[in-house]
């Protein structure tokens, strides 16, 4: 029989014992918990975020030093995760300036790549600068410079078009000839009437759902939350129950052999 002191819960083996139930409590817990997304910059973590606790998903932000930050859900809430941020485009692309696309460059490259570095390289310029406009989900931009057949003696203009997925109540429905125009100043030799401008709107029903239908989500997320709790609880205090029995079951056994 184990003695008072023992069996004490001020004890060093009931601290031990203790450190022991935390540390399966806490590996329990992070083994319910799914990477969505590593290596983020923290605006962009910031804005998966809220957008997942927007739409009742129950996520969280974890620092990884150099590395970025990890957005983390619940394994049951993997999937739906996944599908809210496919339609929110997130994470956002990261567009490239025309510093990084001409830097490094190491042997001399014909007019016709220095062309379509340059276009490239606007391209992603006016895409970068378009998706900061309040509302957009994706942006993009394709520039075709103007060129000139020496053979011919023939020449094509240049042209753009732009292509903005966005929500419905997004400003740009009103912008597209400031969209234009920004175009005409960014390309060379652009006119006003080569540049299109396509938008699609986003089904207003999959991206902003309304009260009555977070409210059970969020419902359903906490309920999810506290199920996993609970179980990972119960796991966890089970396993300490099943560690203590073997213990004063060897430790009876010890005393037994000693009596004999």
């Known amino acids: 029989m184990m003695s008072a002191a023992q069996s004490s819960p001020c004890s060093p083996r009931w601290s031990c014992w203790k450190a022991l139930f935390l540390a399966g409590l806490l590996c329990l817990l992070a083994a319910c918990q799914q990477e969505l997304h590593s290596g983020l910059p923290e605006g962009e973590a910031n804005r998966i975020l809220a957008t997942l606790l927007e739409n009742g998903i129950d996520a969280n932000k974890v620092s990884r030093g150099k590395n970025g930050f990890t957005i983390t859900v619940e394994k049951s809430e993997l999937v739906r995760a996944l599908k809210i941020l496919e339609s929110h485009s997130l994470p956002r692309e990261d567009f490239k300036n025309l510093g990084e696309v001409f830097s490094g460059q190491g042997m001399i490259a014909s007019p016709t790549e220095e062309q379509a570095r340059l276009a490239f390289a606007i391209e992603q310029e006016l895409a970068g600068t378009f998706a900061r406009i309040d509302g957009v989900l994706t942006a993009r931009a394709h520039v075709v410079l103007e060129r000139h057949d020496a053979a011919t003696g023939t020449s094509s203009p240049s042209s753009a078009a732009v292509f903005l997925r966005h929500l419905p109540d997004s400003p740009v429905v009103d912008l597209q000839g400031k969209i234009k125009e920004l175009c005409v100043q960014a390309v060379p030799g652009l006119v006003y009437e080569k540049v299109s401008v396509m938008l699609v709107p986003v089904r207003a029903e999959v991206l902003l759902p309304d009260a009555s239908n977070a409210q059970p989500r969020q419902s359903a997320a ?31 056994h010890a005393a037994r052999k000693e009596a004999s």
């Open 222 to 252: 906490g309920t999810g939350t506290s199920r996993g709790l609970l179980g990972a609880a119960l796991a966890a205090f089970l396993v300490f129950l099943a560690a203590g029995f073997f213990y004063v079951r060897r430790k009876k």
